[in-house]
């Protein structure tokens, strides 16, 4: 199948560039969104684990079959997360890559305790500063990130970034890794399907990878 394939080759091709600069390669997320559990099943078959979904209704109308499909798959909720989703969000994922303000930090912190499951936590920051953008600004993120961890006790693990398709990622790449050394935080999650690899350099520990797995939506 195409998209086994073509998992397969990135992450031959993330090992080999991890190699080349001394560094540890990064965790690949297999962005699956749109697609059905037909067309992930392959994946799964060809060693992907780790999944990514930006939309909690669809990530539920495949997700249980899947994780019952096989049992070890790490989901990310990669996508903007609704306070009155975020009881089925918990129920289902394993990580939130995009806690961005004190609302919806709040209400998975209930969540977790009320389902007494812990979720690995990232913190989106809109490296941009993009109004129709999700995510905290930079200025405001070491703020929040503090905020989260001692005055609600959520374990935020990481940083996560869009940066605008317009504009050459490594700033932006650069710019939250400063800003997860000032926090201390190992996690970074940057880099998508376009430069993936630039961000691999700058320290990512996740990439979030789909069309150059499974093809144009």
């Not at 067309?39 to 930006?54: L, M, Q, W």
């Not at 394993?94 to 209930?110: G, N």
């Not at 490594?170 to 050394?181: D, I, P, Q």
Request: glycine share 6%; charged share 25%; aromatic share 6%.
């Amino acid at each position: 199948m195409p998209a086994a394939e073509n998992y397969r080759d990135i992450i031959k091709e993330l090992e080999v560039h991890s190699k080349k600069h001394d560094q540890a390669a990064p965790q690949l997320i297999v962005v699956s969104k749109t697609f059905d559990a037909e067309t992930i099943k392959p994946v799964i078959d060809a060693g992907a684990r780790v999944f990514g979904e930006n939309r909690v209704q669809e990530a539920q109308g495949k997700w249980p079959e899947l994780k019952s499909y096989n049992g070890d798959i790490e989901l990310h909720l990669i996508g903007p997360l609704q306070s009155n989703k975020t009881a089925d969000a918990v129920a289902l994922f394993d990580c939130i890559q995009t806690v961005d303000r004190e609302k919806i930090a709040k209400t998975i912190s209930r969540e977790m305790a009320t389902q007494n499951k812990h979720l690995k936590l990232f913190v989106q920051v809109n490296t941009g500063s993009e109004p129709q953008k999700a995510g905290i600004l930079p200025d405001s993120a070491t703020e929040f990130v503090n905020w989260c961890q001692n005055d609600i006790g959520l374990a935020v693990e990481g940083l996560m970034c869009i940066p605008p398709f317009d504009e050459n990622p490594g700033h932006h790449f650069a710019l939250l890794r400063k800003l997860a050394r000032e926090l201390m935080l190992e996690k970074l999650s940057m880099g998508m399907s376009a430069d993936y690899l630039t961000a691999a350099e700058f320290g990512a520990t996740h990439v979030r990878v789909g069309s150059n797995i499974f093809g144009k939506r």
